[in-house]
């Protein structure tokens, strides 16, 4: 499982999350995220157009816990399967987002997180050539 988090944009922060589901489809995913460098006030799911029927649910504790979990009769076959949208108390340079647990099927499994690129500015100098 894959988690794939866009720059802050304000006072929200995108992530995808993507499932591998090539050796068995999945019918059920669970997420648990803890949450710092900002406070979250609600979690939005969108699922992609593989997962329509599915249902989904999100919470956010006090101690910046973040609960998702998606499910359907239909299986998922794989790939992007659902953008969530952290919507923070106040705008965040950052959010990290670290995983406590997640399920494919109720079978544990690992999740990478991938944080969005540094706003480092890089330079690219190019040599001058005069005739």
């Known amino acids: 499982m894959l988690l794939r988090v866009a720059p802050p944009a304000g006072n929200v922060v995108t992530a995808t999350l ?3 589901a090539a050796a068995s489809p999945v019918h059920a ?7 710092s460098g900002a406070t979250v006030d609600a979690v939005a799911i969108t ?7 599915w249902i989904e649910a999100a ?7 973040v609960r998702v979990a998606v499910a359907g009769a239909q299986p998922f076959a794989g790939g992007a399967l659902a953008v969530l949208r952290f ?12 995983p406590i647990m997640a399920a494919l099927d109720e079978a544990p499994v690992a999740v990478q997180v991938e944080d969005p690129p540094s706003a480092v500015q890089r330079s690219l100098y ?5 005739r």
């Open 18 to 20: 993507w499932v591998d």
């Open 47 to 53: 699922l992609d157009s593989q997962a329509s029927g």
């Open 29 to 35: 995913v669970e997420l648990a995220l803890q949450v």
């Open 126 to 130: 190019l040599p001058i050539l005069q």
């Open 59 to 65: 919470n956010v504790d006090a101690d910046g816990r």
């Open 87 to 98: 919507t923070l108390q106040q705008p965040a340079d950052s959010l990290t987002l670290t």
